[in-house]
């Protein structure tokens, strides 16, 4: 596969809506088959295309794929960065932020369908391994999900410096609260027995809980 630089198609003549359904279609395929088992072909089906109208937007498959991965990692951490702004944006005071925390936490485990075939796709590359690309790993990672976690630590290091939080390492406490939230989420997150909104919310308001309080018992309850 070719390096991370690939990863941004160079403008090529064609309309905006050919070049929007093959992307879409591309996420589609290379969620349900991987990049390997996908080929041009397909995803020209599953566009609705020419295989020669592809080649017209794009060189390879290969840039394809790092074109798909990288702007819907940014699409995905976009999303994620509206949510932290909403629900802790005006975080102000020290009985208002459990709430606030409980309802990131419920909209961070929430499923967004329109991202499926994105996390398809990740799951597919996780499984890969060191199979994957070094440099296309890194540029998804600063799309997406690195993005996401500065994001939060600069909102943690924003609540502590408010004195809402007791925080040394604004980064690790973005790791910790992701990991609570989302660690005891298997059964919902990978389709059987999909959580009901009591459940999503016990979930999230446990793994708040853990957040601010830690696990060992305290004065005073």
């Known amino acids: 596969m070719t390096s991370a630089d690939s990863g941004r198609s160079r403008p090529r003549k064609g309309f905006p809506e050919k070049r929007r359904a093959i992307l879409d279609a591309s996420r589609k395929v290379f969620g349900r088959v991987g990049y390997q088992g996908a080929s041009i072909d397909m995803i020209a089906t599953e566009a609705s295309v020419s295989t020669r109208t592809i080649y017209n937007h794009f060189e390879n498959k290969e840039q394809l794929f790092s074109t798909v991965l990288i702007e819907s990692s940014e699409q995905v951490a976009a999303a994620h960065e509206a949510m932290i702004e909403r629900c802790l944006g005006r975080t102000s005071s020290a009985a208002g932020l ?65 004195g809402l939080l007791h925080v040394q390492d604004s980064e690790l406490a973005a790791q910790h609260f992701v990991v609570l939230v989302t660690n005891t989420w298997g059964r919902g997150q990978a389709g059987v027995d999909a959580l009901t909104d009591a459940e999503t919310h016990d979930i999230a308001a446990a793994g708040v809980h853990a957040f601010l309080y830690g696990y060992l018992p305290r004065d005073g309850g």
């Open 98 to 162: 459990e709430a606030d925390l409980v309802s990131l936490a419920m909209d961070w485990v929430r499923p967004r369908p329109e991202f499926t075939d994105h996390f398809a796709i990740v799951a597919r590359i996780n499984a890969e391994g060191e199979n994957f690309p070094g440099d296309l790993h890194d540029a998804w990672q600063k799309a997406g999900p690195l993005r996401v976690q500065r994001t939060l630590a600069a909102r943690m290091a924003r609540l502590a410096e408010s």
